[in-house]
C-alpha cells in the first residue's frame, strides 16, 4: 500500500473530510486531494498530516491497519469510559441532593413533632 493510501485510510477511519485536514494543511481542498493521489510526499508535509491524524509518523509510513484500528479503538474506548464515569458521577451527586434535602425535611418534620 502507498503513503497516499495509508493517509486516505486513517483519514477515513478519523472520520475527517478532505477539507478538514486541507484547512488544517493551508491548502485547498483540490491540493489536497491531489496530495492523497500522489506517492512522493515530503517528510515535513507527513509529519503535519500525522500530527493532524493524530497518529505517530512511524505508524503512517508502516501502516498496519489491524494496529492502528485497535489503537485507534482502545482511544475510543477510553474517552467513551470517562464520558460513561462522569455521567455516573453527575448521577450519583443529584442523587445526594435528593437525599440530603429529605434528611432536611424529615429533621424539620420529627422537630415539629417534639415542640408540640
Do not use: C, H, P, W
Not at 27 to 51: A, R
Not at 95 to 103: A, D, H, P, T, V
Amino acid at each position: 500500500m502507498n503513503i497516499n493510501e495509508k493517509i486516505r485510510k486513517i483519514r477515513e477511519m478519523r472520520d475527517y473530510s478532505q477539507e478538514y485536514v486541507a484547512g488544517k494543511l493551508k491548502m485547498t481542498q483540490g491540493g489536497y486531494s491531489n496530495l492523497e493521489k500522489n506517492t512522493d510526499i515530503v517528510y515535513s508535509k507527513l509529519e503535519e498530516i500525522s500530527n493532524i491524524l493524530e497518529v505517530n509518523i512511524i505508524d503512517l509510513i508502516t501502516y498496519d491497519e489491524k494496529n492502528i484500528l485497535s489503537n485507534y479503538l482502545a482511544s475510543t474506548d477510553k474517552d467513551y469510559q470517562v464520558m460513561a464515569t462522569e455521567n455516573l458521577k453527575n448521577q450519583y451527586e443529584l442523587r445526594i441532593l435528593e437525599k440530603e434535602k429529605q434528611i432536611i425535611f424529615l429533621q424539620d418534620l420529627l422537630q415539629q413533632m417534639v415542640l408540640k
